[in-house]
């Protein structure tokens, strides 16, 4: 949703890139540059964004699912039926869920039975259907096999409702005990088979552990964590062997260790383990181009020399 941004570059240089322009085939793309830098070659100071209309109407539904295989058949249905109406689809397994209401007793979650999967979808309309587009979708879903059961907002009230229960799992599992967080991307397509081994190969080296999966299914975007009640310092002590599993396995199904927060100083010498080597060079050559004297963000995304 970024169209240009302005830049305050190492040297004292600000660079203007604020074009509204959806296309500029001219040169090399520095906006994106900079915003997959994170402050190492210069610092955003103000952007351009793509905006949409408001939506004036919104129907939300919370479903359960037998399968995460099934989780993705549903998600196509909503993309060939609900095109770009379609404006969220939470992937939430089901411990989260009940982590919720053990740990934040205050948390209305909404009557749902029993399933391994839950998918909240959101779909955002330019006006009021005469009949609703999700309850249509889902019907067909129900026939299919695709839902087991489905709660559906029937006011605004309901909707922020759903959408709170979801926003609250990192409380719930920080308030569990020994939560450690990831934040990993894969092809769509992969991710029943990745969570499937991934989950296995986790739970065999480390039998105590507790795993909390949920994210933006529409994307391509998991957070796979995980929590330690009965020993909250569990996680910590085996930290790093989890998150090797972890990686290597998004590493396996050509997946990103990070797909929204970045690399920092925690995934370093993941990023270094698991990206290809001419990468590192390349990122590191825009460094010195840019950043000759090492001022900016340093020890971040990039090891210092």
């Known amino acids: 949703m970024v169209l240009g941004v302005e830049v305050v570059l190492?040297?004292?240089?600000?660079?203007?890139?604020?074009?509204?322009l959806r296309k500029d085939n001219t040169g090399y793309d520095f906006k994106d540059l900079f915003l997959g830098s994170e402050g190492t070659i210069g610092i955003i100071t103000a952007v351009v964004l793509k905006l949409f209309p408001a939506a004036k109407e919104k129907?939300?539904?919370?479903?359960?699912?037998?399968?995460?295989?099934?989780?993705?058949?549903?998600?196509?249905?909503?993309?060939?039926?609900?095109?770009?109406?379609?404006?969220?689809?939470?992937?939430?397994?089901?411990?989260?869920?009940?982590?919720?209401?053990?740990?934040?007793?205050?948390?209305?979650?909404?009557?749902?039975?029993?399933?391994p999967w839950k998918v909240l979808v959101e779909l955002s309309l330019e006006k009021k259907p005469q009949e609703s587009m999700m309850e249509h979708i889902l019907e067909g879903a129900f026939e299919d096999g695709e839902i087991t059961d489905a709660a559906i907002a029937s006011s605004l009230q309901d909707s922020h409702t759903f959408w709170h229960v979801r926003e609250s799992i990192p409380l719930a599992d920080r308030t569990a005990g020994g939560s450690i967080h990831s934040d990993v991307s894969l092809p769509?397509?992969?991710?029943?088979?990745?969570?499937?081994?991934?989950?296995?190969?986790?739970?065999?080296?480390?039998?105590?552990l507790g795993l909390s999966i949920y994210g933006?299914?529409?994307?391509?975007?998991?957070?796979?964590?995980?929590?330690?009640?009965?020993?909250?310092?569990?996680?910590?002590?085996?930290?790093?062997?989890?998150?090797?599993?972890?990686?290597?396995?998004?590493?396996?199904?050509?997946g990103s260790i990070s797909a929204e927060h970045g690399i920092g100083m925690l995934k370093l010498d993941h990023n270094y383990q698991f990206k290809d080597p001419l990468e590192i060079e390349m990122m590191r050559k825009i460094k010195n181009a840019f950043d000759p004297k090492g001022i900016m963000n340093p020890g971040k995304l990039l090891k210092t020399e």
Request: charged fraction near 25%; include cysteine; hydrophobic fraction near 35%.
């Open 188 to 208: 769509i397509s992969l991710i029943p088979e990745f969570v499937e081994e991934t989950s296995a190969m986790l739970l065999s080296a480390y039998p105590w």
């Open 216 to 254: 933006h299914l529409g994307d391509g975007n998991l957070h796979f964590n995980f929590v330690s009640p009965e020993d909250p310092g569990a996680t910590y002590r085996n930290e790093e062997g989890i998150r090797e599993i972890l990686y290597s396995q998004v590493n396996k199904f050509e």
């Open 59 to 115: 129907e939300t539904a919370f479903c359960c699912l037998n399968s995460i295989q099934d989780a993705g058949k549903l998600l196509n249905r909503f993309k060939m039926k609900a095109g770009s109406s379609l404006t969220a689809f939470e992937l939430i397994s089901d411990l989260p869920i009940e982590r919720v209401k053990k740990y934040l007793p205050d948390i209305e979650v909404p009557p749902l039975s029993d399933s």
């Open 10 to 20: 190492p040297d004292s240089n600000i660079y203007n890139g604020l074009r509204r």
